[in-house]
């Protein structure tokens, strides 16, 4: 049994499992032998992948100290996957230690780390929730105890809406989530993209059809569309290490290997 009560044999190690193949690409031991072999697939075909999953991790750290510094203190954290510090609480906290945030995974290994890598430092919760329902995801108990809906809240979609396939409209998804916020919440999303590697993009995302969840790969413009309802912060929606660096502006060279979109919304 988790620490979540969740029993650990119902974690399914039959099929990949993308989240704990993005724990392989970002060298992290939480992934068993299935998700390695498809992980290994994957780098064959598109060796660039870890490097984008790297950055992708870079981008949640400046959007959560960016967020914390402009003031919001409240994170919803759907999709976060495998622990992999600094979480989005060790940075918020790091900027304001009473900022609060809840986080959702559906995969039941992440349950089995959330307790001690995602709860020790209060303020935090986590639950396995679907994303798919919104509304069982914001009117769930943890959300209660820990969101404030008078106040501005940080949706975060980091490298989720990419596992939600267009018969399952994630502008419709992001609609429903955007709704139920305040005015003066944001939405963080970050997304995969084949703009930039179209000539094996295909072979990719014939790996993942036989994972837990299939990827999309969305162009620009159709990334653009999630964020309907938001006023993109800037620099808008850009390759992931485009967006606030913290040092100087990274060179073609540096962006030649990155297939994730980022961007920054606020509901007005």
Known sequence: ????????????????????????????????????????????????????????????????????????????????????????????????????????????????????????????????GDMRDPQSIMEHPTIGELIDFEQPIALMTVSVMHFVTDAEDPAGMIGAYRDMLPAGSHLVLSHATGDFHQDHVDEVLEIYKKATASLTARTHAEVLALFAGFELVEPGLVQVPLWRPDGPEPEPEDLRGISVYGGLGRKA
């Open 1 to 128: 049994m988790t620490d979540q009560g969740f029993p650990v044999e119902e974690i399914d190690t039959s099929r990949p499992h993308p989240a704990r193949m993005y724990d392989y690409f970002l060298g992290g031991r939480d992934n068993y032998e299935v998700d390695r072999e498809a992980a290994d697939r994957v780098l064959d075909i598109a060796p660039e992948v870890p490097a984008s999953a790297r950055a992708n991790r870079d981008f949640l750290t400046r959007a959560v100290r960016y967020l914390t510094e402009s003031g919001i203190r409240q994170f919803i954290d759907i999709g976060t996957g495998i622990p992999t510090s600094p979480n989005t609480h060790e940075i918020a906290q790091s900027v304001a230690p009473d900022a609060r945030v809840a986080y959702i995974d559906n995969d039941p290994i992440v349950a089995t780390h959330a307790g001690a890598r995602l709860l020790g430092a209060g303020n935090t919760g986590f639950f396995l």
